[in-house]
């Protein structure tokens, strides 16, 4: 059985940074893209960057402040994010496409929260 499990999200000052991991773990024969997927309140979930190969892409709202990147022996991704607002404060997915057991599907993780606030 495959599992995603993110760390990191806690409560920051405007203008601080935070650093999101996660991990996958299970019977894991191969992942493609890795990203990471925000929820604020009342919004719907929506990309914020997403790591395949070498290639990477951000929403808009994050770019220039937010930098993803994985290891791929630790089959993990990781997401830092500097010069925070309280805007970013959403509840942070980390999603992956894996092969395992099972043929290529998506998984996500329990979500971890993020806060932006003085």
């Known amino acids: 059985q495959v599992q995603l499990v993110e760390s990191g999200g806690g409560l920051v000052q405007p203008g601080g940074s935070l650093r999101l991991s996660c991990a996958a773990s299970?019977?894991?024969?191969?992942?493609?893209?890795m990203g990471w997927y925000r929820q604020g309140p009342g919004n719907q979930r929506e990309l914020v960057a997403r790591?395949?190969?070498?290639?990477?892409n951000y929403a808009d709202s994050v770019k220039g402040r937010f930098t993803i990147s994985r290891d791929n022996a630790k089959n993990t991704v990781y997401l830092q994010m500097n010069s925070l607002k309280p805007e970013d404060t959403a509840v942070y997915y980390c999603n992956a496409e894996i092969f395992s057991n099972l043929p290529w599907r998506a998984y996500w993780g329990q979500g971890t929260q993020v806060t932006v606030s003085s």
């Open positions: 790591i395949s190969g070498g290639s990477t």
């Open positions: 299970g019977s894991i024969i191969a992942i493609n893209a």
